[in-house]
C-alpha cells in the first residue's frame, strides 16, 4: 500500500493532460472529489462500516485518493508559474515548502479534533482538502502577467509567515513529543496553526489592495492626451515605390485619355495577380522540390506518372519522411515553448529525469526507512518520533531555500539552477554516509541533511522544466519529471533497501539459532506484524553505501546537463515576460509609421 500511495501522489500526467483542455477550477474539482472518494472508503474499511475489502480494492482506493495530490498540484502550482513568470523560483518555494509542512500542519489538527483516534486521521484527510479546496478554488484561476512594484516584497511576506509557522511547529512537536500534552493544550496547537494559516489570506488580500492602487495610479497619470500612432499591418515595397510614384503622377493620369486610365488601371490589377500568383507558385516550387529531393527529383515525378492507382506506399513513405522533416526543423530552441512529444524526446528531459529518479529515489528512501534504521542503531522511541517528525520541518526549509536561493543567484550572478541541482545532489550524499557509517548522534544529521535535499530538489526541478521547455505545455512535463519519483522510490526502496535489510534480518535469525541452539528459549527480535528485526549498523550499511553511490551519478549526470545549458543561463531567461510599464510606453512610441 505503501508503493500504490507513493505512486499515485507522484504520478500526474492524467493531470497535466486535463489541465492542458480544461480550466483550473475544473482540475480542482476532479481532485477534490477523488481525494474524498479514495480517502473516505479508506475510513469507512478502517472502520468496519462496509465489508473488509480485498488488498488490492485498497491499494486502488489509497492510490486515488494520493492521486489527487497531483490535481490540487497541477491546478495550482502550474497557474501561479503562469501568473508570476518573473518570480517562478519564489512561488515555487512557497507552494512547494507548504507542501511540505502540510503533514506537520494536519498532525495539529488530527490532535486538536480526533486526539488519540488514529482512524480519525484518515477521515481528516479525506474531508479537509476537499472543503478547502472547493471554498478557494474559484481565486485559483490564470491571469495575464502585470507589473507590481511590491511584488518581491509580497512574497516575503509570505515567507516570513511560513518560517514563524515552522518554528511553532517544531515547537509543538518537540513539546509533544518531550512532555505530557493534555486535551486542552492539543486544541490551543490546533487554533494557532489553523490561525496562522489563514492569515495567509489577509497578506493576498493586502497585496492584491496594493496592485489595485497602483493600476489605478497609472491610469490616471496616463489619462493625458496624447497623439497615438496606428501601424499597418504590412505593407509591401513595391505597392509603397508605386504609390509614391502615382503621387507625382496623378495630374498626367487625370489629364490622359479614358482608354489609357483603362490600360494603367488593368496594369496594377495585373501586377497584383501576378504578385499573388508568384506567391502561389513559389509555394509549389518549395514543396515540389523538397518531393524532389526526397524522392530523387525528376525520377520522383516519372514514378508518380507510371505508378498504379493501388500503390501508394512510396508516397505514404514520403508524406512520413517529410512529416519528420518538417518535426526536426520546428524543434524549439531551449526556452522557448515546447510541444510535447518535443519536450519528451529532448536530451534535456532525459538527463533531468534520469537525475530526479536517482535523486530523489535515494533521499526518500532514507526518509520512509529513518524509523527503522533509529530502531536499528538503538535510540530511543522518544528520540525516533523526534527525528521523524522534524523531517517536514527539514522539508519545509530546503524547498523555500532552494526556491528563493536559487532566484537569487540566477538574478544577481546568472547562477544555473542546474547547477544548485548539481550541489543539492552531492550534499545528500553526506547524509547517506552518516547513515552507512553511524557514530554517536548522526542520525540528527543526516535526518537534517535528507529532509532538506530532498526538499530542495522539487522547486529546482520544477523551474528548470519550466526555463528550458516553456509554459504552454508546463503542466504535462511538469508531471512527467515528477513521474520519476516513484520509479526511482520502487527500484531504491522496495528492491534495494527492502531486500537488503531482510537478508540481513535472516543472518542475524540464523546466527542467534546456531549460538543458543534450536531448543533455547531466546528468540529474534521481531516487529509487531511478527516480521524479523534487524539490529546493528550493518542492518542499512551496504544499502545507504549504495545509496551514496546512486546520488553521486545522479549529481554527475546533472553536471552534464549544466554543461549544456550553460549559454541559456548566461542571458537573461525573463527578458521575455518583462512587463515593466514604462517599457510598455516606449514601445508604443517608438512604433513606426510602416512596417516592411
Known amino acids: 500500500m505503501s508503493f500504490f500511495k507513493d505512486l499515485g501522489a507522484n504520478v500526474g500526467i492524467i493531470a497535466g493532460l486535463l489541465n492542458e483542455i480544461f480550466p483550473s477550477w475544473f482540475i480542482l474539482v476532479v481532485g477534490a472529489a477523488m481525494n474524498l472518494f479514495g480517502y473516505l472508503m479508506l475510513w469507512l474499511a478502517v472502520t468496519h462500516r462496509i465489508r473488509r475489502p480485498p488488498l488490492w480494492q485498497m491499494n486502488l482506493f489509497i492510490c486515488v485518493g494520493a492521486n489527487s495530490q497531483t490535481f490540487a498540484n497541477t491546478g495550482v502550482l502550474v497557474t501561479f508559474v503562469k501568473n508570476f513568470p518573473q518570480g517562478r523560483g519564489e512561488v515555487l518555494g512557497i507552494i512547494k515548502g507548504c507542501v511540505g509542512l502540510s503533514g506537520a500542519i494536519f498532525t495539529q489538527i488530527y490532535y486538536a479534533i480526533y486526539g488519540n483516534d488514529s482512524r480519525g486521521v484518515i477521515l481528516l484527510i479525506g474531508w479537509m482538502p476537499s472543503l478547502v479546496t472547493l471554498l478557494f478554488m474559484y481565486f485559483i484561476r490564470p491571469i495575464t502577467p502585470a507589473y507590481d512594484s511590491h511584488e518581491r516584497k509580497n ?9 514563524f509557522l515552522a518554528c511553532f511547529l517544531m ?17 490551543a496547537f490546533g487554533a494557532i496553526t489553523i490561525l496562522l494559516v489563514i492569515l495567509n489570506v489577509i497578506i493576498g488580500v493586502r497585496a492584491e489592495t496594493s496592485f489595485l492602487a497602483q493600476v489605478e495610479g497609472r491610469s490616471s497619470s496616463s489619462n493625458e492626451p496624447m497623439k497615438t500612432v496606428t501601424a499597418p499591418k504590412m505593407v509591401n515595397l513595391e505597392s509603397l515605390n508605386s504609390m509614391n510614384g502615382e503621387a507625382s503622377k496623378e495630374n498626367g493620369l487625370n489629364n490622359s485619355e479614358p482608354g489609357q486610365r483603362h490600360r494603367s488601371q488593368d496594369n496594377r490589377n495585373s501586377g497584383t495577380v501576378n504578385f499573388e500568383h508568384g506567391l502561389r507558385q513559389t509555394k509549389f516550387s518549395d514543396s515540389a522540390s523538397t518531393a524532389q529531393l526526397e524522392m530523387g527529383g525528376d525520377e520522383a515525378v516519372q514514378l508518380s506518372k507510371q505508378a498504379p492507382a493501388n500503390t501508394i506506399s512510396p508516397f505514404a513513405n514520403a508524406r512520413l519522411i ?42 526518500l528512501t532514507a ?20 527525528c521523524v517528525s522534524l523531517i517536514s520541518i527539514w522539508n519545509f526549509l530546503g524547498r523555500v531555500i532552494a526556491g528563493f536561493l536559487s532566484e537569487i543567484l540566477l538574478r544577481r550572478y546568472r547562477l544555473p539552477r542546474t547547477l544548485m541541482l548539481t550541489i543539492v545532489l552531492a550534499l545528500a550524499c553526506v547524509g547517506h554516509l552518516l547513515i552507512a557509517f553511524p557514530a554517536p548522534g548522526t542520525l540528527y544529521v543526516a535526518s537534517i541533511m535528507g ?18 521547455f516553456g509554459l504552454k505545455y508546463y503542466a504535462t512535463l511538469f508531471n512527467v519529471g515528477s513521474a520519476a519519483s516513484p520509479l526511482g522510490t ?41 516480521e524479523l528485526k534487524c539490529m546493528g549498523h550493518e542492518c542499512f550499511k551496504r544499502t545507504f553505501v549504495i545509496m551514496a553511490v ?11 546537463l549544466v554543461f549544456r545549458t550553460r549559454k541559456f543561463y548566461s542571458q537573461d531567461i525573463y527578458s521575455k515576460f518583462n512587463v515593466r510599464p514604462s517599457q510598455q510606453d516606449d514601445e508604443q512610441k517608438s512604433v513606426p509609421l510602416t512596417t516592411i
Open 550 to 560: 546512486v546520488s553521486l551519478f545522479a549529481s554527475f549526470v546533472s553536471s552534464i
Open 322 to 363: 517529410r512529416r519528420l522533416h518538417l518535426f526536426y526543423k520546428t524543434w524549439p530552441k531551449r526556452g522557448d515553448d515546447s510541444t510535447i512529444p518535443h519536450a519528451l524526446l529532448s536530451i534535456d528531459m532525459w538527463i533531468l529525469f534520469i537525475s530526479i529518479t536517482c535523486g530523489v529515489g535515494a533521499t
Open 155 to 163: 512574497f516575503y511576506h509570505f515567507l516570513y509567515l511560513a518560517l
Open 451 to 468: 529532509g532538506m535535499c530532498f526538499g530542495a530538489q522539487w522547486p529546482l526541478i520544477s523551474a528548470i522544466i519550466s526555463e528550458l
Open 171 to 187: 515547537l509543538a512537536i518537540l513539546m509533544e513529543n518531550q512532555l505530557h500534552i493534555t486535551s486542552a493544550g492539543y486544541k
Open 367 to 386: 526518509i520512509d526507512n529513518m524509523g527503522q534504521i533509529g530502531e536499528s542503531l538503538g535510540y530511543s522511541t522518544v528520540s525516533i518520533n523526534t
Open 490 to 530: 520502487y527500484f531504491l526502496n522496495v528492491r534495494v533497501a527492502g531486500h537488503l535489510y531482510d537478508r540481513e534480518a535472516s543472518r542475524q535469525h540464523s546466527a542467534l539459532l546456531l549460538t543458543t541452539g534450536s531448543g533455547s528459549a531466546a528468540s529474534p527480535p521481531t516487529s509487531t506484524a511478527g
